[in-house]
């Protein structure tokens, strides 16, 4: 490598970030993270930033506030490197444990649970098809707090990848091109970027990791969906900017193989459901427990003992532990599939993964909604926030429709049929 990272990134300013427009940069790590030790160390750290987190969750919502310290403290416990190898140094926590880190997260602050999903892709994406140099490399960065982003997607446009090229000139490697719903760039010290380059008369893709401070690399926080508000998911441009050969790691090739890539990025989208799920439901625990009325007919003098009401949180509690059970199992099967890598071992992953993310969707966006149809009238009110569990779910299951879950799922088991290998399944 020719660039030293993190000598060359910038001071983010005190207010930059803060608001839409251009953005702040990331700072580099002041100082390496802790350590990870193992599975149950990770959730126990997971749990006590989560109750951290929870704390200002809804002002950051409500004031689209960037959630830069709680990044920093988050990156800090070692949570952000979790899935690096035990023989490059890291954890390698199974794939159960980094859903359920991310689904505690989430249940506390959807953004911050949605935030580090590109960081573990990448990961896998350079776990599959990385060199072992590459590996060493980019292992070590983020061991020592180096947090990673995404340019992927090219909003209105089909092939998302076609507009986003690889060329090379006299000087080198050249990235040209725009990308959107860049989720955790603006917070990134490296920008992993999926890119076309033409060989032999064709488009052969790559994902490239662009330094955030490169010169070119031009980043606007300019996401305002109505959920998942402070996810830093704007637009990142691309003009010349310069990439050493060692930053090109293959991405279409993995496809073109049975790999855990899309697995790997679908458990971790359940998981962040989930956790809109589990908070929701919490919130909705707490509201009807302390300020809720019961209903007139009801002839109770707590709203907690409408009979009513307590069968519609039996059911919501039922098939949100359903949800929990369905992606451990889904973990389990990834797990199996990394480890023995082939066409039945990732499709089977594939499928159990489709069958938890087709239950976290509808408990995630079903919680979110029914925590007002029990809390009742008073839930509305602007500043308690509790709005935000329904419009982080319905923007962060928006990411591929849950419809086509089912049609792979209802196609592996009647039809044999193998699921598509790709990002969204």
């Known amino acids: 490598m020719n660039v030293d990272i993190s000598s060359a990134l910038l001071e983010r300013g005190s207010e930059q970030g803060d608001r839409p427009g251009q953005a702040a940069v990331a700072s580099p790590p002041a100082q390496r993270p802790a350590r990870i030790d193992d599975d149950a160390h990770a959730i126990a750290e997971a749990q006590r930033l989560a109750s951290e987190f929870a704390r200002e969750a809804v002002l950051r919502d409500h004031e689209r506030r960037l959630p830069w310290d709680e ?45 580090p999903q590109n960081h573990f892709y990448a990961l896998e994406v350079l776990r599959v098809g990385g060199s072992a140099q590459q590996q060493r490399f980019f292992y070590d960065r983020v061991l020592a707090g180096d947090r990673f982003g995404n340019a992927l997607a090219e ?26 719903y860049c989720t955790g760039a603006l917070y990134a010290h490296w920008i992993p970027t999926l890119v076309v380059s033409e060989e032999a008369g064709r488009d052969v893709t790559y994902l490239v990791f662009v330094p955030r401070a490169a010169q070119g690399v031009t980043i606007t926080d300019d996401w305002d969906g109505f959920g998942q508000r402070v996810t830093g998911s704007g ?33 971790l989208h359940a998981a962040i459901d989930l956790g809109q799920a589990r908070g929701a439901f919490d919130a909705a625990l707490r509201f009807v427990r302390e300020r809720s009325r019961p209903w007139i007919d009801a002839k109770v003098e707590r709203a907690a003992d409408d009979p009513l009401t307590i069968v519609q949180f039996g059911d919501l509690s039922a098939r949100l532990t359903a949800a929990e059970a369905l992606v451990r199992r889904a973990g389990r099967y990834v797990d199996a599939a990394q480890a023995a890598p082939d066409e039945q071992t990732v499709a ?56 086509w879950k089912y049609q792979a799922i209802g196609n592996f088991y009647l039809n044999d049929a193998l699921p598509p290998r790709h990002g969204a399944l």
């Open 71 to 115: 990044l920093d403290a988050f990156v800090a416990s070692g949570l952000w490197s979790i899935t690096v190898p035990r023989e490059y140094g890291g954890p390698g926590v199974k794939n159960g444990t980094l859903a359920e880190v991310t689904a505690t997260i989430a249940a506390a602050d959807g953004s911050l649970g949605q935030i």
């Open 235 to 267: 637009s990142v441009q691309f003009e010349g900017v310069r990439v050493e050969p060692d930053w090109i790691v293959p991405f279409q090739t993995s496809f073109e193989r049975a790999t855990t890539i899309g697995p790997l990025a679908q458990i």
């Open 348 to 403: 089977e992953a594939s499928i159990a993964v489709a069958e938890a993310r087709a239950l976290t969707t509808t408990i995630s966006l079903d919680a979110g909604s029914r925590l007002f149809e029990l809390a009742g009238t008073a839930a509305t009110l602007d500043g308690l926030g509790l709005d935000r569990f329904w419009r982080n779910a319905r923007t962060h299951t928006l990411h591929d429709p849950v419809r």
């Open 155 to 180: 909003i209105g446009h089909k092939d998302f990848t076609r507009r986003t090229r690889l060329s090379r000139d006299a000087q080198g490697w050249r990235i040209d091109g725009r990308k959107f």
